[in-house]
């Protein structure tokens, strides 16, 4: 069977129940957006291998204060992008609470990219704040981005544009969040 190599960006526990019936013993994972690794570290107990991705150094240090050096957790600072990760290495993304203050241009990056590190018929599973129209608000005194709103139409737009086979969006605005698609 084929080595199977995952991009785990951030997920919540029902997501992570979803993922982990699957059996991902003899798989590679990268958590991307790992933070303080409390999603890293359940993902490690399931996979051989997990590359925790950042942006900030300090999360990482979190992530080893917090869980120590376990030996099939390997640590990356990014800036970006995912050009640490190679072409064609990645079966499954997952993007958890990453996009939401995320400026759109790098949204459309990380879209982009993600297809670029994705194999054939690889998965990007993510979640993206919706609203009915596209909208920006201000994180007033926040040590934050601004919270970016999406509209379904702009993510199937995404799809299209990058080439990917959107295989679930979510009915209306209000009751989901969360998208595949398949490369």
């Given amino acids: 069977a084929d080595e199977v190599n995952l991009c785990i960006f951030f997920f919540k526990q029902k997501t992570a129940y979803e993922v982990k019936e699957c059996d991902w013993s ?4 990268s958590s991307d957006l790992c933070g303080a690794g409390r999603m890293t ?3 490690a107990k399931e996979a051989s291998y997990v590359q925790a991705v ?3 150094a300090e999360m990482l240090r979190r992530l080893h204060e917090r869980i120590g050096y ?3 957790i390997e640590s990356i600072c990014i800036i970006r992008d995912y050009s640490v990760i190679s072409d064609l290495s990645v079966d499954l993304i997952i993007s958890y609470l990453v996009f939401q203050h995320t400026p759109e241009d790098m949204v459309e990056k990380l879209i982009e990219d993600g297809r ?6 690889g998965y990007y599973f993510f979640q993206i704040p919706l609203t009915s ?3 920006v608000v201000p994180c007033n005194g926040a040590n934050a981005l601004d919270m970016v709103y999406w509209t379904i139409e702009e993510v199937e737009s995404l799809a299209k544009t990058y080439n990917f086979k959107l295989i679930y969006s979510p009915r209306d605005n209000i009751k989901g969040q969360f ?4 490369k």
């Fill in 116 to 121: 670029r590190i994705l194999k054939e018929n």
């Fill in 70 to 72: 376990i030996k099939n």
């Fill in 26 to 29: 003899s798989d590679v994972c």
């Fill in 133 to 135: 129209t596209h909208k």
């Fill in 54 to 56: 950042d942006i900030s």
């Fill in 179 to 182: 998208f595949i698609f398949q």
């Fill in 41 to 43: 570290e359940f993902i």
